[in-house]
């Protein structure tokens, strides 16, 4: 498996960034409600913005296409008092393992290589390219009396899942790759996606400490979007089945609202 190092740690960076980020409202004169969220946790209504980095193992068909890959996504949601919350996440996928690399093989010469334009010996490296992108409602069990924000998480939902074999020859003129001609090639597929999650979350205002993580499984109900493969001549409409397991973690950025007993709009404040 080769994983991509620089892009990892350029994400986990940042994500260390906004987790130690705060945002304060303007100094003026202390409230009730800036006095409670000095000392207690709050349990109130809140908006949650993560950002996230995911592990993908393929599962089904998908596995029989590609290796492993990485991916990094950002979503929101929220949260009533009552634990439930509703919620959306977008994720980009990417990874360097294409067990599927025999798509070019119509186009290698009697010599047993890949040609290019010029006459030279072609060079072109595969990549699993994709993104997926869902809604989902879940609840939040609270197991910290003290902290009301931190508990394990349960999440359902249903989506929509895309992916490819991207193809990159920078060195070689290959005509049969190029000007729209490689969709033939790239097996495009995509369609509706059912998910699950379980994972756990430490929120905490007073320490400035907002975390998740946990395992997701994905079903993807595909099918090959170009129709038609050039490498196969054959019409590609079957359905497919492409399933995910992925391991997630991430970092939260709460926003608080105060209002509970009080008038409406009382306060916000992010954490």
Known sequence: MRVSVKPVLLFLILLFGLGTTLFSQTPGKKSRAQNKRLTTEPHLPVVQIDFN???HQPMGLLNERFTNFNGVGIGASYRWESKVLVGFNFGAMWGGGVKENNTLDSLIGPSGNLIDNNGNLAI????SRGY?????V????NTRKKNPNSGFIFRVGAGYLEHKIKYQHTLNIMPQLENGMYKGYDRLTSGFMLTQFVGYQYSSYLKRIHFWGGIELS????????GFNYDTRQFDTKLRKDNLLTFRIGIMIPIYRYGRGEKE???????
């Open 53 to 55: 980095y995911a592990f």
């Open 124 to 127: 072109i490296r595969l990549f």
């Open 132 to 136: 997926h992108t869902d809604a989902f």
């Open 138 to 141: 879940g609840y939040l069990l």
């Open 219 to 226: 079903e993807g109900f595909t099918k090959n979007r170009r």
């Open 265 to 271: 709009g009382t306060e916000i404040y992010f954490d």
